[in-house]
């Protein structure tokens, strides 16, 4: 499985590693993610300036790429420049639940819309500020119930909130 991590925190996030890591079990990784945070960007790209695109290593052994722009670019990039194909793009983890009306404000979210224009399958995942370094330890209980539901054969995308010590899963709907 190919898969593009993005989030909307920013290269620093400390959650970031702990993901990469997690979606090396999954397949092939690459990361392209803000230089700097833009939360509340949704999904906004960037056509009237030039864009910084550095080539950074995050963490011993783990490349990837910081962009002067959105999460919403960072897909373009991914996508356009690049020349990939992906089949799963995984955005976050965001500090802050993506909850109700404000998913459309998301720049974690704003990043797998911009993947659906491609037909790209999405999973943005967010939690409380207190659970991010926690939050990766239920990610494989996230994936497979995912797979054992087989849930991309109903949407494209799927927003995963977290909560510190998560007991089972609750499906809704926006709003």
């Given at each position: ?12 996030a ?10 090396q ?24 300036r ?42 976050g ?7 109700g ?22 999973l943005?995942?967010s ?29 494209l ?19």
């Open positions: 499985m190919k898969i593009l991590i993005t989030n909307d925190d920013s290269i620093s400390a959650q970031l590693v702990p993901l990469i890591k997690w979606c079990k999954l397949g092939d990784v690459t990361v392209i993610v803000p230089k700097y945070e833009q939360s509340g960007k949704s999904q906004a790209i960037n056509f009237m030039e864009i910084e695109i550095t080539e950074v290593e995050i963490a011993r052994g783990l490349v990837g790429y910081a962009i002067d722009s959105t999460p919403a670019d960072c897909v373009r990039f991914g996508m356009h420049a690049l020349k990939k194909e992906y089949d799963l793009i995984i955005s983890i965001n500090r802050g639940y993506n909850l009306d404000d998913i459309v404000y998301s720049g974690t979210c704003g990043a797998i819309f911009e993947g659906s224009r491609f037909d790209v399958r999405g943005a995942i939690t409380s500020p207190e659970n991010l370094m926690e939050a990766p330890a239920a990610l494989d209980a996230v994936w497979e119930y995912i797979q054992k539901n087989d849930l991309y054969a109903s949407n995308l799927y927003n995963v909130n977290i909560p510190p010590k998560p007991n089972g899963f609750q499906i809704t709907k926006q709003g």
